[in-house]
């Protein structure tokens, strides 16, 4: 969480409750999984999956034609 | 000291109860403990918290309820108790903001569910008012008379309020929709 604020320089705030239903998705679609479940610390780490690295370079791909649309019509117009 | 109050809040008050408890807070008085219609707040704590509560999904003794109060106690929020289904936390505010749900998504999925919480009661209730009324037109009978009122004043109350939580649902959709 707070790794997330320091990354976006405070844009954005990733709440408890948020965060929790986004790691319930992401492991039912298999895109993460548990990683150690350490009772005495009750700390739970996870894994990205081999399928969750192949959907992070999709969406990653999707993010670059948006950006370079974006670019290409902003150049257009100036 | 410890501090006891009682006070009652609809469901759909929720914002005015979480904006009350958080007043509280500043002015020195932290929540430590919730059951029943007892809200019990400690002095000797340090004043800068932030107070938040949520409907849960599932009942509170459930494993799934269990595993997500764990997991906001490992995200640095302390259990303060419940409610029903309601849970109620607090988080040292020098431990960054504490907020639970934190996108637009999330917001109305919890609207949703707050709203559906209540609901079905005041449809519930609707239906026992007008049944009551129908009784007692058809047998002459004052009883039901009284409970049919009884039953439709709190059916429409139940409505209203749903209807609140509708409005401020809607209002964070038609926000959301600025950024699509």
Known sequence: ?78 | MKKEMHKLFWVWEFQKEEKWLNEMAAKGLVLSHVHYLTYEFDDASPKDYVIRFELLKNAINSPESQKYIEFMEEMGAEYLGHVLNWAYFRKPKESGAFEIYSDYESRVKYLNRVMWSVLPLGFLNLYFGVYNFWIANAFDNTPNYFFGTLSLILGLTILWGSINIYRIKRNLQKESELFE
Not at chain 1, 24 to 35: C, L, P, R
Not at chain 1, 53 to 62: F, H, N
């Open chain 1, 1 to 78: 969480m707070q790794n997330v604020e320091k990354l976006s320089a405070g844009r954005v705030r990733l709440a408890a409750g948020t965060l929790y239903g986004a790691l319930n998705t992401m492991q039912e679609k298999g895109w993460i999984a548990v990683y150690s479940n350490d009772i005495e610390s009750r700390k739970k780490e996870y894994l990205i999956t081999d399928e969750g690295i192949q959907i992070l370079e999709t969406e990653i791909k999707r993010l670059k034609e948006l950006l370079e649309n974006g670019e290409m019509l902003l150049g257009e117009q100036s």
